[in-house]
């Protein structure tokens, strides 16, 4: 099982390009989430399904979208980037309430 | 109503010293009280877990207290190693298939 995994590592955007994050799960969890992590701010929730063709917005949304078409995919959009998108963002799938975090995404917008 | 308060915000302890973080909640639906350890570079992963029909939970040298009067939860590490030093972080959901609120984080660096 490889678990959680996200692509890419590491990305630098220009303001206002676009780029989708991916990441993809191998252990069947219907539940799987978005999250930025900036110091001092924690964990923030951006996006979360609870199965495939279904999701709804976290706690900071903008700017953002997803989709899911499939239990194992669950990619994040970044529409026109901006430099206050500049974080770390994890991936994670659920089951039974524990989530199973990605190795993340550092993201830098210049 | 969502919030998850959590302290210290840093924390540091000598080699075999006992550390000790708090959280506070105030939604009384929450039922599940998770605490997840991240080191540098990596994403968190889940440490201990308790749920509101006991007050304390312990494994190895990890404990949770829990006061559910009170509306609070702690971690405990005992004989604290340099290698426990990471962020820590509390969390809380209600039932069902709902999102994790998490605490702001606790940097805990352990000192020889």
């Known amino acids: 099982n490889a678990g959680v995994t996200q692509t890419p590592k590491f990305q630098v955007l220009k303001t206002g390009q676009s780029m989708t994050l991916q990441c993809a799960q191998d252990?069947?969890?219907?539940?799987m989430s978005w999250y930025r992590q900036d110091p001092g701010m924690g964990l923030r929730l951006i996006h979360y399904?609870?199965?495939?063709?279904?999701?709804d917005q976290g706690e900071v949304p903008n700017g953002y979208n997803v989709s899911r078409s499939t239990t194992e995919d669950f990619p994040l959009r970044l529409l026109s980037a901006a430099p206050s998108q500049t974080s770390v963002y994890f991936c994670?799938?659920?089951?039974?309430?524990?989530?199973?975090f990605g190795p993340g995404t550092r993201l830098t917008v210049l | 109503q969502q919030q998850v308060k959590q302290s210290p915000q840093s924390l540091i302890v000598q080699k075999g010293g006992i550390s000790i973080i708090n959280c506070a909640y105030e939604?009384?639906?929450?039922?599940?009280f998770p605490w997840y350890q991240q080191f540098p570079g990596k994403g968190p992963a889940l440490l201990i877990a308790?749920?509101?029909?006991?007050s304390e939970k312990k494994e190895g040298r990890f404990t949770i207290s829990f006061n559910k009067s009170a509306k609070q939860f702690s971690l405990h590490i005992m004989d604290s190693q340099p290698g426990d030093s990471a962020t820590y972080f509390c969390?809380?959901?209600?039932?069902?298939?709902?999102?994790?609120?998490f605490g702001k984080g606790t940097r805990l660096s352990v000192i020889a």
């Open positions: 994670a799938s659920s089951y039974m309430g524990t989530q199973y």
């Open positions: 252990m069947n969890h219907e539940y």
């Open positions: 399904s609870v199965g495939a063709g279904i999701t």
């Open positions: 939604n009384t639906a929450f039922d599940y």
């Open positions: 308790i749920r509101p029909d006991v």
């Open positions: 969390a809380a959901s209600t039932p069902g298939n709902t999102p994790l609120v």
